[in-house]
Antibody, heavy 120, light 112 residues
Framework: EVQLVESGGGLVQPGGSLRLSCAASGFTFSSYEMNWVRQAPGKGLEWVSYIDSSGTTIYYVDSVKGRFTISRDNAKNSLYLQMNSLRAEDTAVYYC?????????????WGQGTLVTVSS | DVVMTQSPLSLPVTLGQPASISCRSSQSLVHSDGNTYLNWFQQRPGQSPRRLIYKVSNRDSGVPDRFSGSESGTDFTLKISRVEAEDVGVYYCMQGTHWPPTFGGGTKVEIK
């Protein structure tokens, strides 16, 4: 059974940092592209960042470029999101989501999410 | 970026009756490979999103056959043939043809 379990969320002050983790199991993690998708309270879904299976191709939504860093450790079956210079508008539930092996296909499995709250 | 516009925002439905959700893309979603990468997701209250439909009309594993997807040009529709209580939640369309992937704003399905 595919499982994605996020952790690392919490309350942080504006300008602060957090590192999110996503532990994957039930599939060959090193073969799959991964993403972070967020959802602000009461709002819709927003793709945040993408990383390919080897970790060499990475993309970000414009609003987090230069502040967030996605990475992965295939030996540990884990995905990460380092978030620096956090702003109030980054407050959201952050989900890790897997891409299926079919190109241009997205988000076939999601984790339960971890809440990040940026507030003083 | 491709804008995905869903309607209605809220959809009150009667149990056992059909329901239909619309999604319109700001440009064609037909990829150069001939496929149309339009997905539908369900998010039940308090839960993570779950993919229901991929490439317009293909149901994911375990998705009941009362859910179906269709297209007409840049207009896409998710239909529930007979709404059940477990179908309450917010439904999102999402395009993957053009980078970056973008979501519609969501349609909230509730029971009358």
């Amino acid at each position: 059974e595919v499982q994605l379990v996020e952790s690392g969320g919490g309350l942080v002050q504006p300008g602060g940092s957090l590192r999110l983790s996503c532990a994957a199991s039930g599939f060959t993690f090193s073969s799959y592209e991964m993403n972070w998708v967020r959802q602000a309270p009461g709002k819709g879904l927003e793709w945040v960042s993408y990383i390919d299976s080897s970790g060499t191709t990475i993309y970000y939504v414009d609003s987090v470029k230069g502040r967030f860093t996605i990475s992965r450790d295939n030996a540990k079956n884990s995905l990460y999101l380092q978030m620096n210079s956090l702003r109030a508008e980054d407050t959201a539930v952050y989900y890790c989501a897997r891409n299926p092996l079919l190109e241009h296909d997205y988000f076939d499995y999601w984790g339960q999410g971890t809440l990040v709250t940026v507030s003083s | 970026d491709v804008v995905m516009t869903q309607s209605p925002l809220s959809l009150p439905v009667t149990l056992g009756q059909p329901a239909s959700i619309s999604c319109r893309s700001s440009q064609s979603l037909v990829h150069s490979d001939g496929n149309t990468y339009l997905n539908w997701f369900q998010q039940r209250p308090g839960q993570s999103p779950r993919r229901l439909i991929y490439k317009v009309s293909n149901r994911d594993s375990g998705v009941p056959d009362r859910f179906s997807g269709s297209e007409s040009g840049t207009d896409f529709t998710l239909k529930i043939s007979r709404v059940e209580a477990e179908d309450v939640g917010v439904y999102y369309c999402m395009q993957g043809t053009h980078w970056p992937p973008t979501f519609g704003g969501g349609t909230k399905v509730e029971i009358k």
